[in-house]
């Protein structure tokens, strides 16, 4: 089985992950991929196992004499909370055109090019696209896919020299829990990377600082009749709170290393409403004033209508990796010289969002993130490249041998 085939199988599992749920993983469902893929990996032989969180872990021993760091390989399982990623209807676009690609006709659901002018730098590719009802699950499964492919190759071609490689499969990344019951003394390797980006050659070694901000408005309900002077509609509150925020933080107006704060969900009714938020910042001075204004916000609201009637809690969830990651220059450098002997010129650009290497770095193991040839996560034009995807696993091979050399 390839690379595109094991991804076209693995998209068929719905592995959507839930937010603020207590258990672990957050959805029932991501242990069916998991399991799946601890069984593949058993019958390649390699020593694998799942723990009681679905942590699944593989370890491919070392086939050289010399010492040499040990590499971890990682993805995650589950799909984003925004949209279903249940009956995902996958099709092949073969030698696409450069030109609108009619996802849903009946539908009329159609991906521009001049919503997505990326889309022509794919030109001449074969492209995996959606019917546009459900996201297609490329983050990050295929990341997944192609770890499997690795894997697959290396059983299969004992003369390929490497050192101890662990693969690692995560649920719950979505939600920013991917590495919460992970160790690094379970992964056992010296670095690693995340194959959870997307144009294939990039690297990213920066994300943002992020953290959670829950919003509780407290109303008072009083009857619409007689509410004149009485009333405190929580619901209107919450949207006054919202407004007192910059307008142009907010994620649509934003790139590049610029911070956002984002109204992810708000649900409520007069007498009570809950707004919760997530804000991003690359820059860590930045990112604590963005909370800071927060913390503003509701000293305001407070103010003007009670004591409480305002209740802020805001809790970080992981920090920009480029802190310490620049004391492991050679991990970079070893992704970016693959890439270039792989004949792309590498792309270096921040992500505007997280990885489970985020949270490995900061836990003592280095882990910058690798494109896999996927585009526009999370929605239902989400699509993947098959000629990058073959790339990304090329880059990694590349990756593996010069951890011998070092």
Known sequence: MNVIERFLNYVKFDTQSILEVEE?????????????????????????????????IGKIPSNIEKSVPRLALIAHVDTSPDASGENVKARIIENYNGKDIILNEDQNIVMKTTVFPYLKNNTGQDLIVTDGTTLLGADDKLGVAEIMDIAEFLVNNPDYKHGEITVVFTPDEEVGNGTKFLSTKQVGADFGYTLDGSTVGEIAYENFNAAGAKVTINGKSVHPGSAKDKMVNSINVAYEFDHLLPDEMRPQFTEGYEGFNHLHQIKGSVEKTIIDYIIRNHDREKFESQKDLFAIAAEKINKKYGDRTCILEINDSYFNMVEVLKDYQFVIDIAIESIKESGLTPVIEPIRGGTDGARLTYMGLPCPNLGTGGYNYHGPFEYASIQEALKAVEIVKRIITKTTEL
């Open 24 to 56: 672990y993983p957050s959805s029932s469902k991501q242990l069916k991929l998991l399991n799946h893929l601890k069984k593949e990996l058993e019958d390649l032989k390699i020593d694998v196992s799942i723990d009681e969180y679905g942590y699944v």
